[in-house]
C-alpha cells in the first residue's frame, strides 16, 4: 500500500487544478476569500458549496482550495473529487510540495478490510483503540501513515465508511521536502498544525444530502 502510493503521488503532484461543473454537480460561491490568518475562524462564513446530487454529497471549502474532478490519477481509489490548497501563504519559504483533500466511492466491500473491531476490541498489538471519527452523522474509520522516500515525506489521512451499498472515503494527502536537503536557513518546516486545522474545517462541512 505505502509503495503504491509513494509512487502514485508522484505524479499526484503534477496534475493542473482545474475548476470544473458538470452534469449535476454545482459550486455556489458564498462570500470572499479566507486568508492563513483567518483559518482558525473560518467555520461557515466565507465559503463556496460543492454539491454532487450523483453522488449524494456536499461539502463546503474556503477560496484558499482549488477544485478538480474525475481525477484519474489518485492517492485512493474511486476519486471523484478533490481539493487542493492554493493559498501560497502556507507554501511560500516553507518544504510544503502539496496538500489536497481527496473524495472517493467504492464498492462496500472496499471498506471491509479498513472499517475497525468491535470497539471492546483492540486494533493493533500494542493495544491502541481503533480511531473513529463522526463525519455528517455517520462513524468513518480513520488511518494515518506518514514515510519518507529520497528525500520527500508522504503524509496520508484516511476516512472511510459504509454508506448505503457504497464505502466512502476523505483523503488527507500531504507532500513535503526534508529541510535539510534545502541550503541552510532559507527552507522552514511548514506549519503542520495550521494545514491540518484548515483541512479539519473543510472535513467537518462533508455531509450526505437529504
Known amino acids: 500500500m505505502l509503495t503504491r502510493f509513494a509512487v502514485t503521488v508522484l505524479f499526484v503532484g503534477l496534475l493542473s487544478v482545474v475548476p470544473a461543473v458538470r452534469g449535476m454537480d454545482v459550486i455556489q460561491v458564498d462570500k470572499g476569500p479566507a486568508t492563513i490568518a483567518e483559518h482558525t475562524s473560518v467555520k461557515t462564513c466565507c465559503l463556496?458549496?460543492?454539491?454532487?446530487?450523483?453522488?449524494?454529497?456536499?461539502?463546503?471549502?474556503?477560496?484558499?482550495?482549488?477544485?478538480?474532478?474525475?481525477?484519474?490519477?489518485?492517492?485512493?481509489?474511486?476519486?471523484v473529487l478533490k481539493l487542493t490548497l492554493v493559498n501560497r501563504a502556507y507554501y511560500d519559504g516553507t518544504n510544503l510540495v502539496e496538500a489536497s483533500l481527496f473524495f472517493g466511492i467504492t464498492p462496500e466491500q472496499a471498506c471491509s478490510s479498513e472499517w475497525p473491531p468491535d470497539a471492546s476490541q483492540d486494533s493493533s498489538e500494542s493495544g491502541d483503540p481503533a480511531e473513529t471519527r463522526e463525519i455528517a452523522g455517520i462513524t468513518f474509520s480513520r488511518v494515518s501513515s506518514w514515510e519518507g522516500a529520497v528525500g520527500n515525506q508522504y503524509g496520508l489521512i484516511t476516512y472511510s465508511a459504509l454508506y448505503g451499498a457504497s464505502c466512502y472515503r476523505l483523503a488527507l494527502f500531504i507532500h513535503s521536502i526534508n529541510v535539510h536537503a534545502f541550503y541552510p536557513q532559507t527552507v522552514s518546516e511548514f506549519d503542520r498544525a495550521a494545514v491540518l486545522s484548515l483541512f479539519d474545517q473543510v472535513i467537518s462541512t462533508f455531509q450526505f444530502l437529504k
Do not use: H, N
Request: hydrophobic share 30%.
Open 48 to 79: 463556496k458549496t460543492y454539491t454532487s446530487e450523483r453522488y449524494g454529497v456536499e461539502v463546503k471549502y474556503s477560496q484558499d482550495f482549488a477544485v478538480e474532478k474525475e481525477i484519474p490519477l489518485a492517492v485512493i481509489d474511486g476519486t
